[in-house]
């Protein structure tokens, strides 16, 4: 099974407005991290946003916020008053904290923020 | 804080030369350092992950005499691609950690050639 699912390989919104990209992940390790990465077209991959899995509150960075549903093992992405420079690709990962040191990564959704 | 450099950040070599591509964490002691490969509008793809002083864990498929790995100090990893071929040719990041429940730090990237 996929560790980390991103469903919207490409999603548009209009500038100002918000938008949400989609993160469901499957583990059965009860420690574990979520994070969400952009990679621009220059390739740079920047680190957004991070929610542990005992985190009783939704991680907020500025314009970028983390819905996080444990529950549904969902950790959605969403940026709100979108700007031109939003438009990149953007990757949610997971760690598992006592199974393992690597990141698992979805695939990706390719955002394009519309003037 | 937490920059990580990469160098080169583009290579072009000819079939059958090895290019060795070095991964520094420029502020801060990274106790895990990871080599990752990206094709086209595709993900992530992790090829090792490497700890200070002890050998590097490669991915399945990912051949270890093929890319070469050294993590001589908490501050940098050598990634060696030997006897490199067209199929070789690819985007490589690599990334560190200094923490278990910490994002990973990304390099910008070398974008790998192979004529």
């Known amino acids: 099974a996929q560790k980390i699912t991103q469903t919207q390989p490409g999603m548009f919104v209009q500038e100002k407005e918000a938008v949400t990209l989609d993160c469901t992940y499957d583990?059965?390790?009860?420690?574990?991290?979520l994070f969400w990465y952009k990679q621009p077209s220059s390739g740079e991959m920047i680190f957004l946003i991070y929610q542990g899995s005992y985190d009783q509150q939704n991680a907020t960075e500025g314009r970028y916020s983390l819905n996080f549903q444990k529950a549904r093992k969902s950790a959605n992405l969403v940026i709100s008053a979108s700007q031109l420079g939003d438009s990149a690709m953007y990757f949610c990962?997971?760690?598992?904290?006592?199974?393992?040191?690597?990141?698992?990564f979805g695939t990706g959704t390719s955002l394009t923020v519309i003037p | 804080g937490a920059v990580v450099s990469q160098h080169p950040s583009w290579v072009i070599c000819k079939s059958g030369t090895s290019v060795k591509i070095e991964c520094r964490s420029l502020d801060f002691q990274a106790t895990t350092m990871f080599w990752y490969r990206q094709f086209p509008k595709q993900s992530l793809m992790l090829m090792a992950t490497s700890n200070e002083g002890s050998k590097a864990t490669y991915e399945q498929g990912v051949e270890k005499d093929k890319f070469l790995i050294n993590h001589a100090s908490l501050t940098l990893s050598t990634l060696t691609v030997t006897s490199a071929h067209p199929e070789d040719s690819s985007f490589y990041i690599c990334s560190a950690s200094r923490s278990l429940q910490e994002t990973q730090y990304f390099g910008p990237g070398t974008r790998l050639l192979v004529l």
């Open positions: 583990t059965s390790d009860p420690s574990y991290g």
């Open positions: 990962a997971m760690r598992e904290f006592n199974t393992g040191n690597q990141f698992y």
